[in-house]
C-alpha cells in the first residue's frame, strides 16, 4: 500500500491562476478530508467528503472546491488563487467517518505570489 | 464550541529529560476521541494515539505516556527521557460531531513544537 499520496509536493503560482492538488489512497478509505497549516495556527479543514459522491464544508473553504468522483480520490482545486492560500495543504483519510484513525499524506507546500 | 488548546508553544530540554506537553479541550458532546500527532521537521504528520472519551485508563508506549482526565478535560502528554529525535511539533486534536451523528473532523490545537538538545 502506497497509503495516502499527493501531489505536487511543492508549486508556485501567480495571483489568479488555478491549480489542483492531488491526493489519492490505496486503502479503501470513505472518509477523505484536507486541511490547511500555517505558521501559528494548527491545521484547519478546508473540505471533507464521507464517500463517493459526498462532500462537505469544514472551517476555511471559501476559494477551494472539490469533489469525489471515485472512492480513491479527493483532488482539491483553487479556482483563482490569492497571497492568503500561501500555505501547506494536508490530505487526510481513515477507513470510515466512525472516526477511525486519520492518516495523513506527505503536504504539498503552496505559494502564492 | 469545540476547541483545542496548547497553551505552551515551544519547550526546551536537554536530552534525558522528562517532558510534559499540556493539552486541554472543550466540546460539547458526550462522546469523542482524542488524537495525538508528532511532525517532525520533514514535514509528514505521524499519528502517535487515539483515545475515546469512555477510557480514562493512563496509556504507555515506550518512553510515551498519555494521562486523559475528563474532569479537567486535559489529554497530557509525557514523553520520558527525551531524546534528539523527539524533536518535533506535536498537535492535539478533538474530533467533531458531523452531522447525522458520527464522529468525523479534527479539530486542532496549534501545536508545541519541542527542542531537545543533546
Known amino acids: 500500500n502506497a497509503g495516502v499520496t499527493q501531489t505536487p509536493k511543492f508549486q508556485v503560482l501567480k495571483t489568479g491562476q488555478s491549480m489542483t492538488l492531488q491526493c489519492a489512497q490505496d486503502?479503501?478509505?470513505?472518509?477523505m478530508s484536507w486541511y490547511r497549516q500555517d505558521p501559528g495556527m494548527g491545521l484547519r479543514l478546508i473540505h471533507y467528503?464521507?464517500?463517493?459522491?459526498?462532500?462537505d464544508q469544514g472551517e476555511v473553504p471559501n476559494g477551494y472546491n472539490v469533489s469525489r468522483s471515485t472512492t480513491e480520490d479527493f483532488p482539491l482545486r483553487l479556482l483563482s488563487a490569492a497571497p492568503s492560500q500561501t500555505s501547506v495543504y494536508f490530505c487526510a483519510s481513515s477507513y470510515s467517518i466512525q472516526q477511525e484513525t486519520q492518516y495523513f499524506g506527505p503536504g504539498t507546500r503552496l505559494l502564492v505570489l | 464550541a469545540q476547541k483545542v488548546t496548547q497553551a505552551q508553544t515551544e519547550i526546551s530540554v536537554v536530552e534525558k529529560e522528562d517532558v510534559t506537553l499540556d493539552c486541554v479541550y472543550e466540546t460539547r458532546d458526550t462522546t469523542y476521541y482524542l488524537f495525538w500527532y508528532k511532525q517532525p521537521p520533514s514535514g509528514e504528520l505521524v499519528f502517535l494515539i487515539r483515545r475515546n472519551s469512555f477510557d480514562e485508563q493512563n496509556e504507555i508506549s515506550g518512553r510515551y505516556s498519555w494521562n486523559f482526565q475528563k474532569s479537567t478535560s486535559s489529554f497530557n502528554f509525557t514523553i520520558t527521557a527525551s531524546q534528539v529525535v523527539d524533536s518535533a511539533v506535536y498537535f492535539c486534536a478533538l474530533s467533531e460531531e458531523l452531522r447525522g451523528g458520527s464522529q468525523g473532523n479534527l479539530i486542532f490545537g496549534k501545536g508545541t513544537k519541542l527542542s531537545v538538545k543533546p
Open positions: 467528503s464521507v464517500g463517493a459522491g459526498i462532500t
Open positions: 486503502m479503501n478509505h470513505e472518509y
